[in-house]
Antibody, heavy 122, light 107 residues
Framework: QVQLQESGPGLVKPSETLSLTCTVF????????WNWIRQPPGKGLEWIGY???????NYNPSLKSRVTISVETSTNQFSLKLSSVTAADTAVYYC????????????????WGQGTLVTVSS | EIVLTQSPATLSLSPGDRATLSCRAS??????LGWYQHKPGQAPRLLIY???NRATGIPARFSGSGSGTDFTLTISSLEPEDFALYYC?????????FGQGTKVEIK
């Protein structure tokens, strides 16, 4: 059974860089696509971006200038960096895996982490 | 950006009832719409992909229908474990977007 677990600081100061790591258990990160999604308090889910097993990335245009997603296959982890954060970046951050059948992958998410709350405050 | 509007915001039903949840897109998303179940403190669970396909391991009481701008998730007979929050998500264009959710609560 695949499991994903987010880790990282729960509090980040304004203007600093938010850094989170997602560890994949029970499966290889060297296949599939790996995503970051967030949910600000009282608001809807927002797709931040994804990285493929080969390292190609795609970012939400609304965040593109501040986002970097990277993958480390040796540790079965992928990471999110969001720079120049403000209070608007306060959210629960989820990592998630693309849903794949035997024939193809889809831009839906079948395995998610539990989510980690990151608060931006001085 | 495609906006997904879910209705109703809250659905109050009893176990055994039929639940019908709606998701309307601000423009056509063809059949590229999925549904998730989310319980507090748990990871979201993919139920339906591409409008009408059940994801791996999802019980047959969950079904999806629709195309274009109007979609429906139906739970044919609610089990106690089905009371949760439900989201729709489109993958028609990048970035995929989510609806605000429908809460299915016990009446």
């Amino acid at each position: 059974q695949v499991q994903l677990q987010e880790s990282g600081p729960g509090l980040v100061k304004p203007s600093e860089t938010l850094s989170l790591t997602c560890t994949v258990f029970g499966g290889s990160i060297s296949t599939n696509y790996w995503n970051w999604i967030r949910q600000p308090p009282g608001k809807g889910l927002e797709w931040i971006g994804y990285i493929s097993y080969s390292g190609s990335t795609n970012y939400n245009p609304s965040l593109k200038s501040r986002v970097t997603i990277s993958v480390e296959t040796s540790t079965n982890q992928f990471s999110l960096k969001l720079s120049s954060v403000t209070a608007a970046d306060t959210a629960v951050y989820y990592c998630a895996r693309d849903y794949c059948t035997s024939s193809r992958c889809y831009d839906y998410f079948d395995y998610w982490g539990q989510g980690t709350l990151v608060t931006v405050s001085s | 950006e495609i906006v997904l509007t879910q209705s109703p915001a809250t659905l109050s039903l009893s176990p055994g009832d039929r639940a019908t949840l709606s998701c309307r897109a601000s423009q056509s998303v063809s059949s590229y719409l999925g549904w998730y179940q989310h319980k507090p403190g748990q990871a979201p669970r993919l139920l339906i992909y591409d409008a009408s396909n059940r994801a791996t391991g999802i019980p047959a009481r969950f079904s999806g229908s629709g195309s274009g701008t109007d979609f429906t998730l139906t739970i044919s007979s609610l089990e106690p474990e089905d009371f949760a929050l439900y989201y729709c998500q489109q993958r028609y264009n990048w970035p995929g977007t989510f609806g605000q959710g429908t809460k299915v609560e016990i009446k």
